[in-house]
């Protein structure tokens, strides 16, 4: 009997320490996916606004950033009539 309560008073022992961290680690990545928003499917806006910046960034020619954005909004009517 007091074995017993001795082996109940150490605690978790490491195997059950492991699996605590464990399952802290996987509740942090979920509330991390539930704040971030990563988990959630793109919007047309979002995916108007990502196109945009990477003409912003890619592009230095006034004539081909015009074109690019151009094909953004192209893009981005396109997905609102699908969306209907």
Same mark, same amino acid.
């Given at each position: %009997?007091n074995a $017993? ?8 022992? &490491?195997?059950? &320490?492991?699996? /605590?961290? $464990?399952?802290? #680690? /996987?509740? #942090? ?5 539930? /704040? ?15 196109? %945009?910046? @990477?003409? @912003?960034? =890619?592009t230095?020619? =006034? $004539?081909? $950033? ?7 909004? @192209? ?10």
């Amino acid at each position: %009997m007091n074995a $017993a309560r001795r082996s109940l008073q150490m605690g978790l022992g &490491t195997l059950g &320490t492991l699996i /605590v961290v $464990a399952l802290a #680690a /996987v509740a #942090a990545y979920y509330i991390y996916l539930g /704040v971030t928003g990563e988990d959630a499917a793109p919007t047309c806006k979002g995916e108007l606004e990502k196109c %945009m910046q @990477r003409c @912003r960034k =890619t592009t230095t020619d =006034t $004539a081909a $950033a015009q074109a690019c954005q151009k094909e953004c909004q @192209r893009e981005a009517y396109l997905c609102e009539g699908f969306k209907r």
